[in-house]
């Protein structure tokens, strides 16, 4: 549309017809009938000529969102033009007014007027309007998804840490520990809470330190389950930053990073820089580093709780909480919360309160009806309901009736009034609030697991007195020739003959074992294996994991030292070598875990060589006679051996010990171990285990994943949108597609689709299968790229179509608005969950009648007028007052369905912010997990909704010409 030259003003804001990609763009010049634009966003300047421009006048209207520079969101109240110039009256989401020149207005953002483009003639193929519709629908679900956060993840849905995941992400500010045991799956745990939190807009800046062995697993499990991109800071990287006075705050250059606890606590400078970046939130992993006493503390220790403490979300994960004692597991929740975990003795004295909880949990899981005695406890945990009054859920004939009608369910499903109690219990008692922690007794799907040890003779030339327990190999420091006289390592060579080609990974203490074996393995026996230790660099350690990992060419067996039991993963293989046996049950696990995890699909063959008579022979047998350590997981085995540490280490360091005195302490590891456990199921890992895992909630969750995997949706909108934009597909292999640039794409890039192509699938199977494909959600970079695309453009907002239908005369006209529910709110409000962006599609006819309900619109295709220009001129401006005022009849029912919108989500949201508010108010006063920061910040959270949500409005966002021939 030409334009005269007389429409421009310096420092007017146009958009480009042609190319809207170039956001708005700022009139520099005007002289001689030309015009220069300059498009801050891309940093392009186009001069046209000012009577035949592809330009449009971007000028808003009351009630309109904008952006400024400085990235405030903002409404439109009014607008003052002067001399071709326009200063906007704005109001901010705190409700306050100034005036704006247009000049301020964020250069990015992208204005879409439907009206005004469908009276300028300006017309999209119907096709993108449909596709407009679509991706408005698309981003609705995805707002409104229970799953929000959880559908993109590359991982089966398990119920259990699904269930975490929603329940931490879910808090204000979240502070926990995730302690999951072995295999368990707490750093899946962990990526799901921080992926919803992301996706919430909740948190931006997120530091995640991790041992340096796990850097690079880290950033691949980042990326490939989760598709975040972190930085990783690693000492070459950072190599001086810490010390240079000039050099900046390397930490304040990327928004989420990753970094090694290890290079930060031995650089003070890098440290100092970390804490003072500001972050949203902080994962530590392998957090049982950590040590803490009540007399001192590591440097690790202190680092971390510094940045703990000005870190308002906070997620450390161990698998072994308690394997530095339970000072050491104090210190960590210390981290967390310092008010609530202040003194350990009253810590102490708390645990021991658990049991009768966790007794009188167990009985509501009984169908059976409590007795007096246990309905009066009940009472005294509880308490009444607010009002004063009794709470009728603690009547014996209630609770009776309801376990009867539902003792018989298949599932052995909890009477609803019971799980109330229970989880009243639980928030009120328990510790779940911190400290989560699954265990394999309690959640299913693990293998089982089949010892099979091996009793060696020493050779002839090796002295008993001469082996180190605490140091097998001590010799290989001294004798590099130390294996020809070890029977262990025959015994290796046979067993790998006896297994090929089976895969099995080796565990030994120290990285000169490891190697020492692989030169001998290959000189003597010509076998091949992959090293892993901690001299290695990490991108070596990927290797040798990959090369181990490879199905055809890979090699049979992995050598690792003891850094293989911590992070890695290697279900796909089932036979564990235990060349030596760490001291600590808990490393002990740790190293079982790498294979014995959910995923294996095999029974884990544990293959144990000992040399009897020798150290060996006695930690073997207390492990195997008095823990029971390697048919399952033995949650009491840390602390028997905190207890019995002194004098199992005196029988490993006598070289002839007495029978009678291994039989003694293994009978004693025995009992103990079965008294401990009875212990624990009765008291704080009765609670957590339930705290822990809400299987009906997991359930649920875990079913929203499935129906979204099989709503074909997303993959139509991606598919017609590619088609539309010009982006090449065709089917790849294993019912996957290749996705690349098309020569004749509408711009030049599709975005989030590199250059190469990709190869994808909208399978969960195939993407677990195949990792090297993207899985395509919603929640996908590249599909939430592609819905921001057409939403956040002109793309589809106005059009016109010719079609036939006899329900309605020649000449007739049927106007299809399009209006879209939002609220001007910060995005950590998370508004949206009250008010989604929901399309509200309104069909108007000639007499002002809303027909949307009698019609279907999807089914009113017809000839798309945007080709045939004269006609479409022609049609319009016959039209134009008719057109107009059907305009305003569906801006009038906008506004009468936008009071009701605003009533519905207020009270929603009222509904659910005040009653977690009650229930937080009243578990304050029993359960002192509850911060009152938490509670602060929910009626802070509320008070701001309650003033977003009453600005909230339906927006006009496109409009459809439906004429009939």
Same mark, same amino acid.
């Given at each position: 549309?030409?334009?005269?030259?007389?429409?421009f003003?310096v420092?007017?804001?146009w958009?480009?017809?042609?190319?809207?990609?170039?956001?708005?763009?700022?009139?520099?010049?005007v002289e001689? *009938?030309?015009?220069?634009?300059l498009?801050?966003?891309?940093?392009e300047?186009?001069?046209?000529?000012a009577?035949?421009?592809?330009?449009?006048?971007?000028?808003?209207?009351?009630?309109?969102?904008?952006?400024?520079?400085?990235?405030?969101?903002?409404?439109?109240?009014?607008?003052l033009?002067?001399n071709?110039?326009?200063?906007?009256?704005?109001?901010?989401?705190?409700?306050n007014? +100034?005036?704006?020149?247009?000049?301020?207005?964020?250069?990015?953002?992208?204005?879409?007027?439907?009206?005004?483009?469908?009276?300028?003639?300006?017309?999209?193929?119907?096709?993108?309007?449909?596709?407009?519709?679509?991706?408005?629908?698309?981003?609705?679900?995805?707002?409104?998804?229970?799953?929000?956060?959880?559908?993109?993840?590359?991982?089966?849905?398990?119920?259990?840490?699904?269930?975490?995941?929603?329940? #931490?992400?879910?808090?204000?500010?979240?502070?926990?520990?995730l302690?999951?045991?072995?295999?368990?799956?707490?750093?899946?745990?962990?990526?799901?809470?921080?992926?919803? @939190?992301?996706?919430?807009?909740?948190?931006?800046?997120?530091?995640?330190l991790?041992?340096?062995?796990?850097?690079?697993?880290?950033?691949?499990?980042?990326?490939r389950?989760?598709?975040?991109?972190f930085?990783?800071?690693?000492? +070459?990287?950072?190599?001086?930053?810490?010390?240079?006075?000039?050099?900046?705050?390397?930490?304040? /250059?990327?928004?989420q990073?990753?970094?090694?606890?290890? @290079?930060?606590?031995?650089?003070?400078?890098?440290?100092?820089?970390?804490?003072?970046?500001?972050?949203?939130?902080?994962?530590?992993?392998e957090?049982?580093?950590?040590?803490?006493?009540?007399?001192?503390?590591?440097?690790?220790?202190?680092?971390?709780?510094?940045?703990?403490?000005?870190?308002?979300?906070?997620?450390?994960?161990?698998?072994?909480?308690?394997?530095?004692?339970?000072?050491?597991?104090?210190?960590?929740?210390?981290?967390?919360?310092?008010?609530?975990?202040?003194?350990?003795?009253d810590?102490?004295? +708390?645990?021991?309160?658990?049991?009768?909880?966790?007794?009188l949990?167990?009985?509501?899981?009984?169908?059976?009806?409590?007795?007096?005695?246990?309905?009066? *406890?009940?009472?005294?945990?509880?308490?009444?309901?607010?009002?004063?009054?009794?709470?009728?859920?603690?009547?014996?004939?209630?609770?009776?009736?309801?376990?009867q009608?539902?003792?018989?369910?298949?599932?052995?499903?909890?009477?609803?009034?019971?799980?109330?109690?229970?989880?009243?219990l639980?928030?009120?008692?328990?510790?779940?609030?911190?400290?989560?922690?699954n265990?394999?007794?309690?959640?299913?799907?693990?293998?089982?697991?089949?010892?099979?040890?091996?009793?060696?003779?020493?050779?002839?030339?090796? %002295?008993?007195?001469?082996?180190?327990?605490?140091?097998?190999?001590?010799?290989?420091?001294?004798?590099?020739?130390?294996?020809?006289?070890?029977?262990?390592?025959?015994?290796?060579?046979?067993?790998?003959?006896?297994?090929?080609?089976?895969?099995?990974?080796?565990?030994?203490?120290?990285?000169?074992?490891?190697?020492?074996?692989?030169?001998?393995?290959?000189?003597?026996?010509?076998?091949?294996?992959?090293?892993?230790?901690?001299?290695?660099?990490?991108?070596e *350690?990927?290797?040798?994991?990959?090369?181990?990992?490879?199905p055809?060419?890979?090699?049979?067996?992995?050598?690792? /030292?003891?850094?293989? %039991?911590?992070?890695?993963?290697?279900q796909?293989a089932?036979?564990?070598?235990?060349?030596?046996?760490?001291?600590?049950?808990?490393?002990?696990e740790?190293?079982?875990?790498?294979?014995d995890?959910?995923?294996?699909?095999?029974?884990?063959?544990?293959?144990?060589?000992?040399?009897?008579?020798?150290?060996?022979?006695?930690?073997?047998?207390?492990?195997?006679?008095g823990?029971?350590?390697?048919?399952?997981?033995?949650?009491?085995?840390?602390?028997v051996?905190?207890?019995?540490?002194?004098?199992?280490?005196?029988?490993?360091?006598?070289?002839?010990?007495?029978?009678?005195?291994?039989?003694?302490?293994?009978?004693?590891?025995?009992? *103990?171990?079965?008294?401990?456990?009875?212990?624990?199921?009765?008291?704080?890992?009765?609670?957590?285990?339930?705290?822990?895992?809400?299987?009906? #909630?997991?359930?649920?969750?875990?079913?929203?994943?499935?129906?979204?995997?099989?709503?074909?949706?997303i993959?139509?909108?991606?598919?017609?949108?590619?088609?539309?934009?010009?982006?090449?597909?065709?089917?790849?292999p294993?019912?996957?597609?290749?996705?690349?640039p098309?020569?004749?794409?509408?711009?030049e890039?599709?975005?989030?689709?590199?250059?190469?192509?990709l190869?994808?699938?909208? /399978?969960?199977?195939?993407?677990?299968?195949?990792?090297?494909?993207?899985?395509?959600?919603?929640?996908?970079?590249?599909?939430?790229?592609?819905?921001?695309?057409?939403?956040g453009?002109? @793309?589809?907002? /106005?059009?016109?179509?010719?079609?036939?239908?006899p329900?309605?005369?020649?000449?007739?006209?049927?106007?299809?608005?399009?209006?879209?529910?939002?609220?001007?709110?910060?995005? #950590?409000l998370?508004?949206?969950?009250?008010?989604?962006?929901?399309?509200?599609?309104?069909?108007?006819?000639?007499?002002?009648?809303?027909?949307?309900?009698?019609?279907?619109?999807d089914?009113?295709?017809?000839?798309?007028?945007?080709?045939?220009?004269?006609?479409?001129?022609?049609?319009l401006?016959?039209?134009r007052?008719?057109?107009?005022?059907?305009v305003?009849?569906?801006?009038?029912?906008?506004?009468?369905?936008?009071?009701?919108l605003?009533?519905?989500?207020?009270?929603?949201?009222?509904?659910?912010?005040?009653?977690?508010?009650?229930?937080?108010?009243?578990?304050?006063?029993?359960?002192?997990?509850?911060? %009152?920061?938490?509670?602060?910040? @929910?009626?802070?959270?509320?008070?701001?909704?309650? +003033?977003?949500?009453?600005?909230?409005?339906?927006r006009?966002?496109?409009?459809?010409?439906?004429?009939?021939?």
């Open positions: 549309m030409s334009e005269p030259a007389s429409a003003a420092g007017q804001r958009l480009s017809e042609t190319q809207p990609e170039l956001g708005l763009g700022m009139v520099e010049n001689h *009938r030309r015009v220069t634009v498009f801050p966003a891309t940093g300047r186009r001069t046209y000529a009577d035949n421009t592809p330009l449009w006048r971007a000028q808003l209207a009351a009630g309109e969102l904008l952006r400024d520079l400085e990235g405030r969101d903002l409404t439109v109240v009014d607008l033009e002067h071709g110039f326009v200063t906007y009256l704005v109001r901010d989401t705190a409700g007014e +100034e005036p704006l020149p247009e000049t301020r207005i964020d250069p990015t953002l992208r204005l879409s007027r439907p009206q005004q483009r469908l009276r300028a003639g300006r017309l999209d193929t119907d096709t993108w309007f449909r596709l407009r519709v679509q991706a408005l629908e698309q981003t609705a679900r995805l707002a409104t998804a229970p799953a929000r956060g959880l559908i993109g993840a590359r991982i089966s849905p398990i119920p259990h840490q699904l269930h975490i995941a929603a329940e #931490v992400a879910d808090r204000h500010q979240p502070r926990v520990l302690a999951d045991e072995v295999g368990l799956g707490k750093t899946i745990e962990a990526g799901l809470i921080l992926h919803r @939190l992301l996706l919430a807009g909740r948190v931006r800046r997120v530091l995640v991790v041992p340096e062995p796990l850097l690079h697993q880290w950033l691949v499990e980042l990326l389950r989760f598709n975040r991109r930085a990783l800071f690693d000492r +070459e990287r950072l190599r001086g930053r810490g010390q240079a006075a000039d050099a900046g705050n390397p930490f304040e /250059s990327e928004q990073i990753l970094c090694s606890l290890e @290079l930060l606590r031995d650089d003070p400078g890098l440290a100092e820089s970390a804490m003072q970046a500001g972050w949203d939130l902080l994962i530590c992993d957090a049982h580093h950590l040590e803490w006493t009540p007399a001192s503390a590591s440097p690790a220790y202190d680092l971390v709780a510094g940045l703990a403490a000005q870190t308002p979300a906070v997620l450390l994960l161990t698998a072994t909480p308690e394997q530095l004692g339970r000072a050491g597991h104090f210190g960590r929740l210390r981290l967390l919360d310092p008010e609530r975990f202040g003194d350990y003795q810590f102490l004295n +708390e645990e021991a309160r658990y049991a009768p909880v966790a007794e949990v167990t009985r509501l899981l009984d169908p059976s009806p409590l007795n007096a005695d246990e309905q009066q *406890r009940l009472e005294e945990l509880v308490g009444p309901q607010d009002g004063g009054g009794p709470d009728p859920d603690l009547e014996a004939g209630a609770l009776a009736t309801e376990a009608s539902s003792s018989e369910e298949a599932d052995n499903a909890v009477p609803p009034g019971r799980q109330a109690l229970i989880d009243r639980l928030d009120l008692q328990g510790t779940g609030r911190v400290l989560f922690r265990t394999r007794a309690a959640i299913s799907g693990f293998p089982e697991r089949q010892l099979y040890p091996a009793a060696l003779e020493p050779s002839a030339t090796e %002295s008993i007195a001469d082996i180190d327990p605490l140091d097998p190999q001590r010799s290989a420091l001294d004798d590099p020739d130390w294996a020809e006289s070890d029977p262990r390592v025959d015994w290796l060579i046979e067993q790998l003959r006896a297994l090929s080609p089976a895969k099995a990974l080796l565990i030994a203490a120290a990285a000169e074992t490891v190697l020492d074996l692989r030169r001998f393995l290959l000189e003597r026996a010509g076998i091949h294996a992959a090293v892993f230790h901690e001299g290695m660099p990490i991108v *350690r990927d290797r040798a994991a990959a090369f181990f990992a490879d055809e060419e890979g090699a049979q067996l992995l050598l690792c /030292s003891e850094i293989g %039991s911590e992070g890695r993963n290697f796909f089932h036979h564990l070598i235990l060349f030596d046996l760490p001291e600590d049950p808990e490393l002990l740790q190293r079982i875990g790498r294979l995890r959910i995923g294996q699909t095999e029974t884990v063959a544990i293959h144990v060589p000992y040399r009897t008579g020798t150290a060996d022979e006695v930690l073997f047998r207390w492990y195997h006679e823990l029971d350590a390697f048919s399952a997981h033995q949650p009491a085995a840390p602390a051996y905190w207890e019995q540490q002194e004098r199992l280490g005196e029988l490993l360091l006598d070289p002839a010990p007495e029978a009678d005195e291994i039989a003694a302490l293994v009978a004693e590891a025995a009992s *103990r171990r079965a008294e401990l456990d009875a212990q624990l199921t009765q008291g704080r890992d009765r609670l957590l285990e339930l705290s822990s895992h809400r299987p009906a #909630v997991g359930r649920a969750l875990a079913e929203a994943i499935d129906a979204e995997d099989r709503d074909p949706a993959e139509t909108f991606l598919t017609g949108l590619w088609d539309a934009f010009g982006v090449e597909r065709e089917p790849g294993s019912g996957s597609i290749v996705v690349r098309g020569a004749h794409m509408m711009q890039r599709f975005p989030e689709l590199p250059d190469e192509g190869t994808a699938t909208f /399978s969960r199977t195939h993407a677990l299968a195949h990792e090297e494909r993207q899985f395509l959600t919603r929640e996908h970079p590249l599909s939430r790229a592609a819905l921001e695309l057409v939403t453009s002109h @793309l589809g907002t /106005s059009a016109l179509v010719l079609t036939q239908d329900r309605f005369p020649s000449s007739a006209v049927l106007l299809e608005a399009v209006y879209v529910a939002e609220c001007p709110a910060p995005p #950590v998370n508004a949206q969950r009250f008010l989604p962006p929901t399309a509200r599609r309104m069909l108007i006819d000639e007499h002002g009648q809303e027909r949307s309900t009698e019609i279907d619109a089914a009113l295709g017809g000839k798309c007028l945007r080709s045939r220009r004269p006609l479409a001129k022609a049609l401006e016959a039209k007052k008719i057109l107009d005022a059907m305003t009849l569906a801006e009038q029912q906008a506004a009468r369905e936008t009071a009701e605003r009533d519905q989500a207020v009270a929603l949201m009222r509904r659910e912010l005040d009653g977690e508010l009650v229930r937080l108010e009243t578990l304050a006063q029993r359960n002192p997990a509850v911060r %009152s920061e938490e509670i602060e910040a @929910l009626k802070a959270e509320r008070d701001a909704l309650t +003033e977003a949500l009453a600005n909230s409005r339906l006009l966002d496109a409009l459809r010409v439906i004429a009939f021939a």
